[in-house]
């Protein structure tokens, strides 16, 4: 049987292929697995040799148990599928003098397919991030305004209809802010104590008490405060294999982050019992809320929308100026309808969009740092907490001894 199976597949590098019927019981299927490659090199040689396609295959079923001729064939109907799919994709492309590989809001694109070959086009759909956006019949222009989308990288998708086939491509783009931020200044009003020995990682006012959560392995917190004395009222300490992130507060109830171990807490805002635990897929850094749904950070220019009864992401927004990206976004902070947010080991306050993602100001606090007692753990700028009260806005830093509250001028 192998001479026979040497002279069928000569054309078809199967020569040095032992038979099936060379080997018995198990050892049929393994001597299979272990020949996949030579299949794989057979399986090519069948799509390049199209004219010999039927022979050669009728041939080999003869010699091959039926299961194996059905891998076999599959593989041959995936692959020849794959190359020609490849070979539809070159036939057009999307890419055109109005779509630049960063655009600005306010900026329109003409959508209209490069067609190399002249191939009769019936229609063509349209999506961006795989959302529809139109469709035209041929190859008609379809103009569409990016004032709409939110910032970052978008992915263009085209699915092309043609002379009975359909072949989608694709390419991508970064939208940017329309405008640079505006610069806001600041000036003190009071300074209080604050426990030098906390890692500041939340800042939130509840009921006129300020709620603090506090990093770092075998030290993370969750802590009321009394703002004006800095004297810790309640405390629960987190286990620790668990570092401290960011909290807010929703419907009566606290929630915090932890940074690597993809795991939330929901405490009794009023007693900080613990409720309930939740995991999300991202590291964990900032936390804020719009009074429905949860705003998360983590490290990156990301902002993750989750719902705060399932935790699943159900939107996002990407953080841009226009000129760049601003990852490493850190705490937060929902103020009168905007995100207020660290920035990561900057000493700055970006103030967001949550709509586009757009920083559309940004305060310099870096003269903060200057007024707090130097010690060996002062670390960075962290730490804003909006107080309805009194209309001013807490700040302070991870193991400073001061909080600052402020008012923007």
Not at 52 to 65: G, K, S
Not at 144 to 171: C, H, P, R, S
Request: glycine share 8%; proline share 2%; hydrophobic share 35%.
């Amino acid at each position: 049987m192998a001479s026979d199976l040497h002279r069928t597949a000569t054309t078809t590098y199967l020569c040095c292929v032992p038979t099936l019927e060379e080997s018995a019981g198990a050892g049929r299927v393994g001597l299979a697995g272990a020949n996949i490659q030579s299949f794989y090199i057979f399986t090519r040689t069948i799509v390049c040799i199209k004219n010999h396609c039927i022979f050669t295959v009728l041939n080999i079923y003869n010699m091959l148990n039926g299961k194996l001729f059905a891998i076999i064939l599959l593989g041959i109907i995936a692959l020849g599928c794959k190359e020609d799919e490849n070979e539809l994709k070159k036939l057009f492309s999307i890419e055109n003098p109005t779509l630049k590989p960063i655009l600005k809001l306010e900026e329109s694109i003409d959508l209209v397919l490069q067609n190399k070959e002249n191939k009769t086009i019936d229609s063509v759909v349209y999506f961006i991030n795989e959302t529809k956006i139109g469709a035209v019949k041929g190859n008609d222009k379809l103009p569409f305004a990016l004032n709409k989308q939110k910032l970052g990288n978008q992915t263009l998708k085209a699915l092309v209809y043609f002379e009975g086939k359909n072949i989608d491509i694709n390419t991508s783009f970064s939208i940017y802010a329309s405008q640079e931020p505006q610069l806001l200044n600041y000036s003190i009003v009071n300074t209080y104590p604050h426990d030098s020995n906390a890692y500041t990682q939340g800042f939130e006012f509840y009921n006129g008490v300020l709620l603090e959560g506090t990093g770092q392995y075998k030290e993370s917190t969750l802590r009321k405060t009394d703002y004006k004395t800095g004297k810790v009222n309640q405390q629960i300490k987190l286990e620790d294999t668990f570092f401290g992130e960011g909290i807010t507060v929703l419907n009566g109830k606290i929630y915090q982050l932890t940074w690597k171990e993809k795991t939330g807490f929901v405490y009794d805002a009023n007693t900080l019992a613990l409720e309930k635990k939740f995991t999300f897929e991202t590291d964990g850094w900032g936390l804020t809320n719009d009074g429905t749904n949860l705003y998360m950070s983590d490290g990156s220019e990301i902002i993750y929308i989750l719902n705060p009864t399932t935790f699943k992401v159900i939107d996002r927004i990407g953080v841009y100026t226009a000129g760049s990206k601003i990852d490493s976004i850190n705490e937060m902070e929902w103020i009168n309808g905007k995100i207020w947010a660290n920035i990561y080991q900057k000493d700055v306050i970006a103030v967001i969009n949550p709509k586009t993602g757009a920083v559309e100001n940004v305060i310099n606090c870096a003269d903060l740092k200057t007024k707090v007692t130097q010690h060996p753990e002062v670390d960075y700028f962290n730490g804003i907490a909006y107080n309805p009260a009194t209309k001013t806005y807490f700040v302070t830093g991870k193991n400073w001894d001061k909080t600052f509250e402020i008012v923007i001028n």
